[in-house]
């Protein structure tokens, strides 16, 4: 990709600008244009819906014998891996994560493509014992065309999430990337294009959410929404999709609340606490958001927690060292302010934080320091609204049946994480918590072999797990008389 280059788009197999308004995206350091493209238009989106069914319905995609797709893809994660550092530092302009995190991002994707080829071609179909005289077999279909909406925190991973089950399912894929991070779609479309995955199958149309991601939403030719970003944005889907009887899948929003009793290993909690609320600097739906810490060990730990906060190397991406970069845009951060501000207005006090770090170097990113605000109740909005900072909320508790009663106390229920060394207390709690996640003495680790989902506000439908690409298919029961 030459990003000195007006950006392609890829519309139904043609690499060309959109027919969108010109537009750059932004690196979040410093500011810079990292890319001009032209947006899709909504005369791009009918075209590239229309080749994609199309290509669907001609290519012979669906038809290929599983193990001949399942090739496509592992040769899709073998160039992936090839091109790794390169895809990683574009994904660290694109969306100004630290390059530690995008480099596993591109291999998190890279392990996607692989995962999918093997599941492609796993898959079993039954046939059922004999009820009667006849055979019974449950066999499944691709759907056609699927549509693929993603947001700006995890570019590439969230992409491959979504294309990888999809394309070993039979299907063409209809792309919708965040406005401001679309570089790292539109690479993984070459790729898969380099690969073997017949042009016309993939479009990659990005633009502004509200005109192409609805209009994408809206078209009779997409069969099954796959959609990952804020709640508001899943439940205006979800409405469409309602109207239209078509499938979706929802990965939304989170408040995640993170326990930590008084038997913890105090170390590893510190340590897993800060990673989970400041990696990816909380722009993450399953941020450990929200903590409640056991009343007896409550001021020593909130001790070390703010000193291991503002002990944290903020600073530039490109550097190795660095553990959290800047918010990805201005506006973003003016939020994030907001939300601070609010919460103090409400009665929070600041333990760590709560400002834009000094220094020349921070002038022209979007930077903003990791923070802590004590002296809250659950009830408040700042503990109930997803900020997607990094902004942490603090509350001790003495009493572990109110414990479990505020930590399910919130709309959403994507995650949650539990520190102690009391086996039976860990199972109890993973168990009573209300989330689609949860971890016990970690945070954040992830295999995608098993499933991932929200409860709730945090979404609907699964993504990832061997049996991921079921939900790009539909099941056909078919009946054989002897
Ligand atoms: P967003 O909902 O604003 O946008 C997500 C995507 O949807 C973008 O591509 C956007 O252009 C598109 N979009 C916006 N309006 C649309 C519409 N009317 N119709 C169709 N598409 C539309 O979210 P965001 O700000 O990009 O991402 C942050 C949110 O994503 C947070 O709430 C976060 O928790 C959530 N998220 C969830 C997960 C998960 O797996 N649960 C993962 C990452 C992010």
Redesign the pocket.
Known sequence: MNLQDVQKICVAGEWRPGGGDVYATLYPATGETVSTLRAASLADVAEAIEGADRAFRTSGWAQRKPHERAAVLYRVAQLIRERGEELAQLQRLDNGKPISETRNLVASAAGTFQFFAAACETLEETIAPARGDFLSMSVYEPMGVVAA??????PIA?EAQKMAPALAAGNAVVV?????TPLLALELARICEQAGVPRGLISVLP????????A??LHPLVRR?S????????K??AH?AADKMMPVS?????KSPTIVFDDADLDHAVAGVLYGIFSSSG?????GSRLFVAHGIYDAFLERLAAGAAALRVGDPADEKTQMGPLITAR?RDSIESYVALGVSEGGRLRTGGARPLGAQFERGNYYLPTIIEGVRNTMRICQE?I?GPVLVAMPFSDEGDLVEQANDSVYA?AAGIWTQDYKKAWRFARAVQAGNVWINTYKQFSIATP???WRD??LGR?KGRLGILQYMEQKSVYWGM
């Open positions: 909406i993603t947001p700006w925190n995890s969230s919708k990337p965040a406005e401001v633009g502004k959410g509200s005109v192409i991601g609805d994408i939403t929404v959609f990952t970003g804020g709640t508001t944005t899943g205006h889907i469409i929802l990965e939304l929003g989170g722009e993450s739906c399953i941020a973003h997803e997607f994507l991932f989902g929200g945090s979404g993504e």
